[in-house]
């Protein structure tokens, strides 16, 4: 039974900055992937970033390139999402998520186990 915890969510200006944390537990497996999503109101469920838990190579999306960084903890097994330079658009439910490997994509569907979601909100 895998378990993922986030934290880290809150209220943040624009042009500020907000760390998320997402800790996982349970169940391990050879290869893996942690990554984060997100879903604004009335919006589709939208790829953010993911790592490769061995290597820690990652991969973004265009939207956020440059502005946030994912990362890992391998001795809490923990992922992290540094979010720099907030824009309003920002504002969403931010999941992390696993996915099992050797494939990985950016899809959805590929993540088989889920957090419960925390808000971030930018504010102007």
């Known amino acids: 039974q895998v378990q993922l915890v986030e934290s880290g969510g809150g209220l943040v200006q624009a042009g500020g900055s907000l760390r998320l944390s997402c800790a996982l537990s349970?169940?391990?497996?050879?290869?893996?992937?942690m990554g984060w999503f997100r879903q604004a109101p009335g919006k589709e469920r939208e790829f953010v970033a993911h790592i490769i838990w061995s290597t820690g190579a990652s991969y973004y999306a265009d939207s956020v390139k440059g502005r946030f960084t994912i990362s890992r903890d391998n001795g809490k097994d923990t992922a992290y999402l540094q979010m720099n330079s907030l824009k309003l658009e920002d504002t969403a439910v931010y999941y992390c998520a696993a996915a099992r490997g050797p494939v990985y994509t950016t899809h959805i569907d590929s993540y088989g186990y889920w957090g419960q979601g925390t808000q971030v909100t930018v504010s102007s």
């Open positions: 349970g169940r391990t497996f050879n290869r893996f992937a």
